[in-house]
């Protein structure tokens, strides 16, 4: 396995539940930080940022002069203004010089799941590349058939290690790390697919969006998309919560129970009306034949209308599957954000609130769970709705041209954009306490409590 380029410092503990509660009320608080400023290299516009899942601690961006670049957010290389402002350079540069950069305009950038030893490009020159962090060398190549719009890894993945690409190709391709291959293509969409998503509830499910105005799930497993998203399907708002739902299956259960003999013997004869002609029963899917030859046994969509829904009246620009993988956020070329419940694939309808959306690229989204928000790149600004409202909960202001990709990291607290402008910035909760007060605060509060519940017990000796 590759080693890491960095690790935690000895002594370097994380915030205990306490503190991270502090810091999550802060969320709301986010402003242009005044106190951290990331240097960045990139002579062209910022179309990918992310910070790295395991230490929540290396950025990776990836720019339209067909450049990459790693920095340290946690620790600075430089300070000004007497040491009130952490300047972050990049600690590793990939560009259009080395001999084994890419060409052309890099459109996305991601970290391998596992660790930092590794980080995966692609581009509009039709490569991804796998590169080695340690030694900014590609160790593999995989040639796509035209401009890679967006590459993504699963997080949850055990059983794989798949490269999911999107490019200006109607199939969607899967890469293969373990044998440097193409495991197999997705074939369903009807124009390029601008952005991909995996599940973060399966590690075998991924999501796609196309300028065909279609979001396709599938199943890696098997062949076909298993379900189509379209848009005029829907449901009102978000489903209760499980312990509710299962109060209510409770209860419709003891009312089907309570109708005794009577109500099993009156089901029997329905069901028997459930065959054809033939006496041939009928799946509750599709009512298709159970002894259907295997080309009908397709997934529904793939058999009528449902086949060409749409999700958006334009290209999908955007995916992002919420933490605990129940619901998705998709945008699109026609300035719509909507709110999708995975488990019914219906439209929640929520009602987002008027935006102007970039039609020509691939957007990058990000949310945050306390409070419930999605961050959207909307022109040179980026607007943080409320998931189950629609509503603006605040707006970001400080790009001169158009922003392309946002990045929340949950362990900072801290929102990364990136623009046109070639600026990545940093939105950071205000000051009013900072980090270091509240971690000392919770541990003189711990040591204050240790030692008077001793000392009761001592006395109660």
Known sequence: MWKQIGGREAGQIRPNSFSNRVKSNRVSSLQLSNYK?????????????????????????????????????????????????????????????????????????????????????????????????????????????????????????????????????????????????????????????????????????????????????????????????????????????LLERSALNKVSTSKSSSGGQNLSAKSRPQQRKSTNGNGIKQSPIGRIPAKASVRQRLHPGMLSGQDRATAHYGAVTGLKVTDDGMYLLSAGSDSRIRLWDVQSGCNTLVNFETVRLQTSKAIQLATSQDPALVFVPCMTAVKAFDVWSGKTHMAFRGHYEYVNC????????????????????????????????????????????????????????
């Not at 692609?122 to 490569?127: I, K, L």
């Not at 990545?424 to 306490?433: D, E, G, Q």
């Open 37 to 241: 400023d990331i240097v960045s290299p990139h002579r062209g516009s910022i179309n990918s940022l992310q910070v790295d899942l395991t230490e929540g601690r290396y950025l990776l961006s990836g720019a339209s002069d067909a450049s990459v670049a790693v920095y340290d957010v946690q620790r600075a290389t430089d300070y000004e203004g007497d040491g009130l402002i952490a300047k972050h350079k990049s600690i590793v540069v990939v560009d259009k010089q080395h001999e084994q950069g890419h060409k052309y305009a890099v459109s996305s950038a991601i970290w391998y799941p596992i660790d930092t030893g590794l980080f995966i490009t692609g581009s509009y020159d039709h490569y991804v590349k796998v590169w080695d962090t340690n030694s900014t060398q590609v160790v593999m190549n995989f040639k796509m058939p035209g401009k890679v719009y967006r590459t993504a890894m699963s997080s949850l993945a055990t059983s794989h290690m798949l490269i999911a690409a999107g490019t200006e190709d109607v199939q969607v391709r899967l890469c293969d790390i373990a044998s440097g291959a193409f495991a197999h293509t997705l074939s369903g969409h009807r124009d390029g697919i601008m952005t991909v998503e995996w599940s973060t509830s399966s590690e075998w499910v991924l999501v796609t969006g196309g300028c065909d105005g279609a979001i396709r799930f599938w199943d890696i497993r098997r062949a076909g998309c298993f379900r189509v998203l379209d848009q005029s399907q829907s449901q009102l708002g978000r489903r209760p919560p």
């Open 406 to 461: 946002c990045w929340f990291s949950s362990q900072d607290q801290e929102l990364y954009t990136g623009g046109s402008d070639r600026k990545i910035l940093v939105w950071s909760p205000s000051r009013l306490i900072s980090d270091e007060l509240v971690d000392h605060l919770v541990s003189v509060a711990f040591y204050f409590t240790f030692h008077f519940n001793f000392y009761l017990c001592a006395l109660k000796l």
